[in-house]
């Protein structure tokens, strides 16, 4: 059976606002933490490779902040994937605090693409093989 990919964090100063809880855009760049060190350590394909020819752009993004994480707490993030298509990859994500209560979840819609030398011209492009053979590890249904 396939397991979501995991990764902690500690939510530090930086994240949160005056009142000492997440700023809510603080938990997009979570979100892009997670989806990067999937793309490097699971699916062994490191953003700083990737972006000389290629990347993954979120084209789609839908959220839902369930409650309140604070300075101090480690959340548990957890990635999965719930449709994986010839250029794109629909997964789900759920942040939860220490207690295991959910303080986000959602779904991101990434699309593999190639850029031209240039960088003015993106256009998707159809993951390989070996990719969808990485990615289809962390399908839950």
Sequence with gaps: MNQPFIKQEKIRF???DYAGIVFYPRFLEMLNCLVEDWFEEALERP?????ES???????LKIQFKKAARL????TKKLWVN???GASIVCGFSFEDEQG???LEGEVTL????INEDRKDIKAAPFNEKMKNRIMNYIIK
């Design 83 to 85: 449709h994986l298509g």
């Design 111 to 114: 699309v593999n693409v190639t």
């Design 47 to 51: 953003f700083s490779q990737m972006h």
């Design 54 to 60: 290629n990347g993954i752009p979120t084209v789609d």
């Design 14 to 16: 930086q994240h949160v």
């Design 72 to 75: 101090g707490e480690v959340l």
């Design 101 to 103: 209560k959910i303080c």
